[in-house]
């Protein structure tokens, strides 16, 4: 199991950026398909961005809605998981969770993780 711990949440207006860290304690992260997720109140939760593990060529994948305004990467020498998040709108409000799950293309498909962070809130206001 893979402990992750996100931070980076926080209130914003529309039009503006955050930055979404998920740290992965005692693991290497680019030996695993990492995603991001979100869930608004009364929703249910969606893969928001992905990335492959290193050896599956680490790609990466975005949700349609998202495409554009954020990106998904990896600090393999300090195994943090980011999500720039950037001309956000308030529909992108959520709360936001890291995922991870050994090695693995990139995917959104929710039953493809299974290791998950605590979530971090994300508001955008307009």
């Known amino acids: 199991q893979v402990p992750l711990v996100e931070s980076g949440g926080g209130s914003v207006q529309a039009g503006g950026s955050l930055r979404l860290s998920c740290a992965a304690s005692g693991r290497t992260v680019n030996w695993y398909r990492m995603g991001w997720f979100r869930q608004a109140p009364g929703k249910g939760r969606e893969g928001v961005a992905g990335?492959?593990?290193?050896?599956?060529?680490?790609?990466?994948i975005y949700a349609d809605s998202v495409k554009g305004r954020f990106t998904i990467s990896r600090d393999n020498a300090n195994n943090i998981l980011y999500l720039q998040m950037n001309n956000l709108e308030p529909e992108d409000t959520a709360m936001y969770y890291c995922a991870a799950k050994f090695g693995g293309r990139a995917t959104l498909g929710e039953s493809e993780y299974n290791d998950w962070g605590q979530g971090t809130q994300v508001t955008v206001s307009s």
């Open positions: 990335i492959a593990a290193i050896r599956d060529g680490a790609s990466t």
